[in-house]
């Protein structure tokens, strides 16, 4: 998949033409163009050069949009966003019409005058409505414009054809300011790639492009700079990890932490051993989902686009029935003011509003949830973010902080150092979080090749043969599947058991911790109308129930299996109907994920697994960031179904109004074009979440 970026494409309409043209292409497939961020996307079916073929092809529909080679990243002010040589010529043709209207008598002159300034100020417009038609593709607002504006010059009504074209201009020259600055504003929030790398090469550090940074080179990043690839580090410092998490707080690193591209420095300059390339770092894969996501339109925007294509043909048929009809069904009706009103009516029907304000809307509310440390993958998903009734948690990893600290060892063969040995030796094989704190609590060094066969039993745990002795470590349901008696046990914990020879040799006793915003999480849950929660764990029914009673979860489903877990959740989404979310840890719990309805992975941007299996990303590992995403959605929906609402409210009475010529042009302008900035100007309210 290519990517380029665009410059001048300000017409939403344009977007959806020039993306439909690019796909008839056959060295092109799955082209997409990302209107929000001027962002084109595509698959190129031949190893030709064929980006001039493609601007090429953009600019038989709008010839100043360009493909940019070198991308300046500079925030524009109000001022260098206008368009500058269309506002002189709108003042010259201003002025003009006043000296002709004013001051010049022969009707001649008088009516060259009103020409020259229509055609200073319209040519654009009259241009691309042709190049259109001769490319087969009418109905634009660029054919309205000039179709209402010929039509008034026809009647005589001169002043007015030049005034509707000089306020449609303007109309459009603070409309292209308002998509800028937003485009800006959204590009601001995804603009997190750093832009290049300090490498130690022997006693010299070079500076290079984070693509060139290399798999073991040593880094070093400065205080103020982001990191431009994922690595480890080899000396102690402070972090701002904002960009990725979400989190304001500084965050402490020691040496030999993993760090992630992305995370700013502000202590000190600290060197980091690369273990990325750039393409496979942190930074590149949450960029691409963000760029990616709008891809995945919601169903809102899929409306307003099949909506478009089929209104302005209508609207346009509509027009020449309110032109002819009436004049010859209506006894004293006069063409020319029937026109006139089908003219206004036509200027009044642009989608432009529609076309514009529901992606910005969309690709705004991703923007806003990645300040808050989320990914989404879709601006499908922000919508169905919105319809969530039921959600299914993980317990560890997810409710629970996964971090285990062995509290107690319990031996009755040997003694208690030597069992944590064999628990450690067979546990060294494993990622889980309990496996990784027996392994930590043995303080010695563990030689891996003492294992001579491991074999692991999902959701039990791992046989293993050490020393020629054969070793079980997992919990009871694994001793029993072997025929072990367990015995003297304490009840209520998370107990690990270890047997020798078929022996029961003793047990280890960890700890997990629930995440503190865990409790209020579940509430502002309720608050946010979701129909009931769940958890799922492995743990026994004591812990279980007890996570369970402690955060406020309503149901509860323990010692499962891994396979369970998916069995589990299929029951519940289909029992009760509802659009049910699933939330995990990203690893283990990757089929649940990829099968729900919305799957939530916790803190898992460093796993492929996470990224493929997800719908959204949480990389903070906060839950709290999940109950912001969903306020920012249900927002994000409202305002969309605001716009839609105002601008066909607004049509409608106007075209009505226009229909009955209780309005004139001017009115019909605003209409167009006011309505578009202000449905505009609605959608960014989005990016104030990022603020909150």
């Known amino acids: 998949m290519k990517k380029v970026k665009l410059q001048n494409l300000d017409c939403a309409s344009c977007a959806l033409k020039i993306e439909k043209s690019l796909n008839n292409l056959e060295e092109l497939s799955n082209v997409k163009l990302n209107f929000s961020t001027s962002t084109l996307t595509f698959e190129q079916n031949t190893k030709k050069d064929i980006l001039e073929k493609i601007e090429k092809e953009i600019q038989k529909i709008e010839k100043d949009v360009i493909i940019v080679k070198d991308e300046i990243k500079v925030k524009k002010t109000f001022w260098q966003n206008l368009d500058k040589k269309l506002l002189h010529i709108t003042i010259i043709s201003l002025v003009l019409t006043y000296i002709s209207y004013n001051y010049i008598e022969n009707s001649y002159l008088k009516f060259a005058g009103f020409l020259i300034a229509y055609l200073l100020v319209g040519f654009d417009v009259l241009n691309k409505a042709f190049r259109n038609m001769v490319n087969g593709k009418l109905f634009d607002e660029n054919f309205l414009m000039s179709i209402a504006t010929i039509g008034a010059f026809a009647l005589g009504d001169f002043v007015e054809g030049i005034a509707v074209m000089v306020f449609y201009q303007i109309g459009e020259m603070f409309q292209k300011v308002a998509v800028n600055n937003s485009r800006d504003s959204i590009n601001e929030l995804v603009n997190i790639k750093p832009e290049f790398a300090f490498v130690k090469e022997g006693e010299k550090i070079v500076q290079k492009t984070p693509e060139e940074v290399k798999i073991g080179d040593t880094i070093l990043v400065k205080v103020g700079e982001k990191v431009p690839v994922d690595g480890v580090l080899l000396d102690n410092s402070f972090f701002d990890t904002s960009a990725i998490t979400g989190e304001f707080k500084p965050k402490s690193l020691k040496k030999d932490d993993e760090i992630l591209s992305g995370f700013i420095n502000i202590s000190n300059a600290s060197y980091i051993k690369v273990t990325s390339l750039y393409k496979d770092s942190t930074i590149a894969k949450i960029i691409e989902l963000i760029e990616n996501a709008s891809l995945k339109k919601a169903n809102a925007e899929k409306f307003i686009t099949k909506f478009a294509t089929v209104y302005t043909p209508i609207v346009v048929f509509l027009a020449l029935v309110l032109a002819f009809l009436p004049p010859l069904i209506i006894e004293g009706a006069i063409f020319s003011d029937w026109i006139e009103r089908a003219l206004v009516f036509l200027v009044i029907s642009c989608p432009c509003a529609l076309v514009i304000s529901v992606p910005l809307s969309f690709f705004s509310a991703i923007g806003a949830v990645s300040k808050r440390g989320v990914l989404v993958k879709g601006e499908n998903y922000i919508e169905k973010l919105t319809q969530i009734e039921n959600i299914v948690f993980d317990k560890t990893g997810t409710l629970t902080k996964a971090v285990f600290e062995v509290t107690k060892v319990k031996s009755f063969s040997i003694n208690e150092d030597e069992l944590l040995k064999y628990a450690a030796l067979v546990e060294s094989f494993s990622i889980h979080p309990i496996a990784k704190a027996i392994v930590k609590a043995y303080k010695n060094e563990l030689n891996p090749k003492d294992v001579t066969s491991c074999e692991e039993f999902g959701g039990l ?18 001793l029993n599947k072997f025929g072990v008696e367990i015995q003297n046990m304490e009840k209520n914990l998370n107990i690990v058991y270890i047997s020798i020879d078929s022996k029961f040799a003793g047990y280890i006793v960890l700890s997990d911790i629930i995440k503190p915003e865990a409790k209020e999480f579940i509430n502002e849950l309720k608050k946010l109308n979701i129909f009931k929660t769940y958890m799922l764990t492995g743990d026994k029914k004591e812990v279980a129930l007890q996570v369970a009673k402690d955060i406020g979860i309503d149901e509860v489903k323990y010692e499962l299996l891994p396979q369970d877990k998916l069995k589990i959740y299929e029951e519940i989404k289909y029992k009760t109907g509802k659009v049910t979310a699933f939330v995990g840890d990203g690893i283990n719990d990757a089929p649940t ?22 719908d959204v990303i949480v990389l903070n590992d906060n839950l709290n960031a999940i109950s912001d995403a969903i306020k920012i959605a249900k927002k994000t929906k409202v305002i969309v179904y605001q716009n839609i609402i105002f601008i066909m409210a607004i049509k409608v009475i106007f075209l009505v109004l226009g229909a009955d010529a209780l309005i004139g042009m001017k009115e019909a302008i605003f209409a167009d074009m006011g309505v578009a900035l202000l449905a505009i100007f609605n959608s960014m309210r989005i990016l104030r979440e990022i603020k909150k």
């Open 461 to 478: 745990g791992i046989k293993a043969k050490i020393y020629g002795k054969d070793i079980l470590v997992g919990n009871e349901r694994l």
């Open 593 to 614: 994920l990829a099968n729900s309805d919305i799957g939530f992975a916790m803190g898992g941007i460093g796993s492929d697994l996470a990224i493929k299996s997800a």
